[in-house]
C-alpha cells in the first residue's frame, strides 16, 4: 500500500468545460475533505460510502473557490486500489490550478506522469500488458489502433502468455524433482511430451513476434517512402494523397532538398508519408546532403513508391528502377508509380506494362492530378497493409518491449530443442526453461525492477 497521497488534473489542459481533478491514496478522502463541502447536510466526505457521487462546493483559504460534484471510491475497490476521490469543476486554468495549490497544501503532492496507473500496477488491479494498453488507448487515432488497445486492456495478450507460462512451469517442476533424486537415475518429465510442448509454445512465439510488424504499423503508421529522380512528381503526389500543399511542386529541379512528412488516415490506416529530395548527380552540398536522406528514408519505409517520368526516355527509367530495386529489402513493398500517362511517351509506357516483377513488386500506371488513380493507389496500399488479424481480435504485438522479451524467450526455446535432441541433462534444460519464463514473466510484469517500471510509466501524461 502506498503511503503517500498524489493529485493531479486527470483531463486536458487548457481552458474547458469542465475538468477533473484525482486524489489517490490512503489519506485521499481527508486531505479532499479538508475543502470539501458537501450540499447534504451534516455528510463529511471522509465517512461516505464508496462508489458514490455527491454535490458540493470546494473553498480556498475559507472561501468558495467552486461548485463541483465529487466522486468517492474506497479501496481496494478503485481504479489505483487505494482511495480515490474525483473532483468534477469548470474547467477554468485558475480553478483547477487553485484546487491542486489547495490539495497539496493539505497534505497531498503532485503525481508524476502515470503514477495512477503504476499504483494500478502495483495493487494488483492490472498487469503490465494492460498499464501499457491504457497509454496506446490514449494516442490511438484510427478504429484499428483502438481496438488492439482495448483487446490488451481486456487481457486477451496477458491470457496467451499466463497460458505459455502455466504450461512450461509445469514441466520445469517435473525437471528440478529429476535433479533431487539424479542419483536414483529417474526421469518425472517425458521428454518426447516435453519436445512436443515446447515445439507448440515454440510456434506461438514465433507467430507473436511475427505479428510485431503488423502491430507497430497500426501502433505508429505505415512509413511510406516517396522516391525518384527530379520533377517526376513526387512532391504533386504527396500535395494530392494528403489533399494539401505541403510540399513545393516546381519545374526548377532540386526544389526538394530534405524529408518533407506528413501523416493521414486511409480506411482506418494511417500512413506516415515521407517525400524525398530527387535522386541525381549534384554538386550543391545542401542538395547532396538531402538526397543521402532520401536513401536513409528509403532503408525505413514499408512501402517505396518509387515515382518515375514516363515521359523520360525508357533506359533512364528502366535504369532508376534497377537502381531502387538493388536497395529495396524483401520485407519491403515497392510500388513503380508509372506518372504523367496523360502526358507521358507511348513506347515508354507500353514497355513498361511488360516488365518483369518480383514477389514483393508491382507497377500502377497513373497521372497524380487524377483523383480516380490516386484512389486506385491508396486503395493498393491498404490491401498491403494485411488488417483482417485485427479484425478477427487475434493477439497482436505492438510493444518493443515486449517483442524483445519474445526474442529472448524464442532464443531460450531454441537452446532447450537443440538441447533435447543432444540429450543434455534436466540441469541444462532447466536452465533455458528458466530464461523463456523469466522473459515471458518481464511482458505481463511478473518478473520486473524498479527501473524497467519508471521507464514505462514515466512515458503516460501526468493525471493517468
Not at 238 to 250: C, G, K, Q
Not at 286 to 296: D, L, N, P, S, V
Amino acid at each position: 500500500m502506498n503511503e503517500d497521497t498524489i493529485c493531479a488534473l486527470s483531463t486536458g489542459v487548457g481552458q474547458a468545460a469542465v475538468a477533473i481533478i484525482r486524489v489517490s491514496g490512503p489519506n485521499a478522502r481527508e486531505i479532499a475533505g479538508k475543502s470539501v463541502r458537501l450540499n447534504k447536510k451534516g455528510l463529511q466526505l471522509p465517512s461516505v460510502q464508496s462508489n458514490t457521487l455527491h454535490v458540493g462546493g470546494f473553498f480556498a483559504d475559507g472561501e468558495l473557490l467552486d461548485n463541483i460534484v465529487v466522486s468517492v471510491f474506497h479501496a481496494p475497490h478503485s481504479f489505483t486500489g487505494d482511495d480515490v476521490v474525483e473532483i468534477n469543476c469548470h474547467g477554468s486554468a485558475y480553478v483547477k490550478k487553485r484546487i491542486l495549490e489547495t490539495l497539496v497544501a493539505n497534505g497531498a503532492r503532485m503525481a508524476r506522469p502515470g503514477e495512477f496507473t503504476q499504483r494500478a500496477f502495483l495493487n494488483g488491479k492490472m498487469d503490465l500488458i494492460q498499464a501499457e494498453a491504457i497509454a496506446d488507448l490514449i494516442a490511438a487515432t484510427t478504429h484499428a489502433s483502438q481496438r488492439l488497445a482495448m483487446n490488451q486492456m481486456r487481457g486477451g495478450f496477458s491470457a496467451d502468455i499466463a497460458t505459455l507460462r502455466a504450461r512450461l512451469l509445469n514441466f520445469i517442476s517435473l525437471l528440478e524433482l529429476e535433479l533431487d533424486f539424479s542419483e536414483e537415475d529417474v526421469n518425472f518429465a517425458n521428454r518426447n511430451e516435453l519436445k512436443t510442448l515446447v515445439g507448440e509454445i515454440h510456434s506461438t512465439v514465433t507467430r507473436l513476434l511475427r505479428s510485431f510488424a503488423l502491430g507497430n504499423v497500426i501502433k505508429s503508421g505505415v512509413p511510406v517512402a516517396i522516391i525518384g529522380e527530379t520533377n517526376v512528381g513526387k512532391s504533386t503526389l504527396l500535395n494530392a494523397l494528403v489533399n494539401d500543399d505541403r510540399a513545393i511542386v516546381s519545374d526548377i529541379h532540386g526544389t526538394t532538398r530534405d524529408v518533407i512528412e506528413d501523416v493521414i488516415n486511409i480506411h482506418d490506416v494511417t500512413f506516415r508519408f515521407f517525400d524525398t529530395a530527387g535522386l541525381r548527380e549534384t554538386i550543391d552540398v545542401i542538395e547532396k546532403m538531402g538526397i543521402e536522406r532520401t536513401y536513409t528514408t528509403l532503408r525505413v519505409a514499408n512501402i517505396v513508391l518509387l515515382v518515375i517520368d514516363t515521359t523520360n526516355p525508357l533506359p533512364l527509367v528502366l535504369w532508376r528502377i534497377n537502381k531502387i530495386r538493388e536497395l529495396v529489402q524483401p520485407w519491403q513493398h515497392l510500388i513503380i508509380i508509372a506518372n504523367k500517362i496523360d502526358i507521358g511517351n507511348a513506347r515508354t509506357i507500353g514497355l513498361l506494362r511488360s516488365v518483369m516483377l518480383g514477389a514483393r513488386e508491382e507497377i500502377m500506371f497513373l497521372s497524380a492530378n487524377n483523383q480516380d488513380s490516386l484512389e486506385m493507389l491508396k486503395n493498393r496500399m491498404c490491401e498491403i497493409v494485411a488488417m483482417e488479424a485485427v479484425n478477427q481480435n487475434e493477439t497482436i504485438v505492438a510493444n518493443a518491449r515486449h517483442r524483445d522479451a519474445l526474442q529472448r524467450a524464442s532464443d531460450a526455446l531454441t537452446r532447450v530443442e537443440a538441447g533435447m535432441e543432444q540429450q543434455v541433462s534436466g540441469e541444462f534444460l532447466t536452465r533455458d526453461i528458466r530464461c523463456c519464463l523469466d522473459a515471458l514473466g518481464e511482458i505481463t510484469g511478473e518478473i520486473t525492477n524498479d527501473e524497467v517500471l519508471g521507464n514505462i510509466f514515466a512515458k503516460f501524461c501526468i493525471g493517468k
